[in-house]
């Protein structure tokens, strides 16, 4: 048995396809193209290829982008007022703020200040509180989960009764896409370092999740027989055959998975490509909300 390949990539492309016609067409009729801030504090090289990526994703799509960039060593009143002076500008329809924060910094604080109605990350503890709530929807859905569960439903892998096991539990990755997956009627188990007999509690998931953040952790043997597995795990690994001496690999031993599971991301290309196109997706939505 080989698992199906779910090629995060062609799926994202097709979320960014729909967001450019959306946006072409309030373009069309007057109405102002749909406009992301991001908030950059510090010089992490990852957090600034990230932004500059959504950035560039911004423009493909026709949609404006504007990059906020604050030192390391910003007080959080300097961060507050940037978040402050972006919730009242009217041409912005969506904030977005880099995390990690500097450990200096009070993150829950800075979410907390977005106005939900521009909060396309999702982050904000209205946002994941309405998600962690029965009968409470969310404006917006953080764009990693959220293009988990896209590329789950895209591949048409009933979630209602499967037994789904998140290997995780972060804020921005593990507790929503538990939350989510909740929310469409599967029995969630939601794993971390403290989980006894972790190969024996994975064996019983219909669906995968991921997100633990170490290299190749899950063996092809945890793998139920036919499950679908979503990896988020982005891992770099010393590799002597590739020019820059390492390899991008994920949370799941890939080649030892692929012929147990039904379905598998690959990494990269698999849930990577969808947290963009998720984004893209929110920040559309943020403009179609505040122009009703």
């Known amino acids: 048995m080989t698992a199906q390949l ?85 041409q ?25 109605e521009k909060d396309v990350d999702g982050f904000s503890p ?29 591949m048409g892998i009933k979630i209602e009764g499967a037994n789904a096991v998140v290997l995780g539990r972060s804020n921005i990755v593990g507790m929503p896409a538990a939350l989510l997956l909740i929310s469409r009627n599967a029995t969630v188990t939601v794993c971390h370092s403290r989980t006894r007999d972790l190969p024996a509690v ?34 770099s690994v010393p590799d002597a055959t590739k020019k820059s001496g390492h390899r991008l690999v994920g949370d799941v031993n890939f080649n030892e998975a692929e012929k147990v599971a039904g379905f598998i991301t690959p990494v990269p290309g698999g849930v990577g490509p969808m947290t963009i196109a998720m984004l893209m997706k929110n920040t559309l939505r943020a403009a179609q909300i505040q122009s009703l």
Not at 15 to 34: F, H, N
Not at 75 to 83: C, G, I, K, S, Y
Not at 102 to 115: A, K
Request: aromatic content about 2%.
């Open 92 to 116: 912005i329809n969506g904030i977005l703020v880099q995390l990690p924060l500097p450990s200096h910094l009070d993150e829950e604080r800075v979410l907390s200040l977005i106005n939900i």
């Open 202 to 235: 994975v064996r019983q998931a219909d669906i995968l999740i991921a997100a633990i953040g170490r290299a190749e952790m899950v063996r092809g043997d945890w793998i139920k027989p036919g499950a679908a597995v979503i990896d988020v795990g982005i891992n």
């Open 126 to 154: 209205i946002n994941i509180g309405r998600l962690a709530q029965k009968g409470r929807e969310p404006l917006f859905v953080p764009c990693t989960p959220y293009g988990c569960i896209y590329l789950l439903e895209q």
């Open 6 to 90: 779910i090629d995060g990539k062609m799926i994202a492309q097709k979320v960014r396809e729909e967001v450019a016609v959306e946006v072409s067409k309030r373009t069309a009729v007057g109405k102002p193209q749909p406009i992301l801030a991001t908030v950059l504090v510090g010089e992490r090289p990852d957090s600034a290829a990230y932004v500059a990526s959504k950035g560039k994703a911004c423009q493909e799509l026709g949609m404006g982008s504007i990059s906020e960039h604050l030192p390391a060593d910003a007080t959080q009143e300097q961060v507050e007022a940037l978040v402050t002076r972006l919730n009242a500008d009217p």
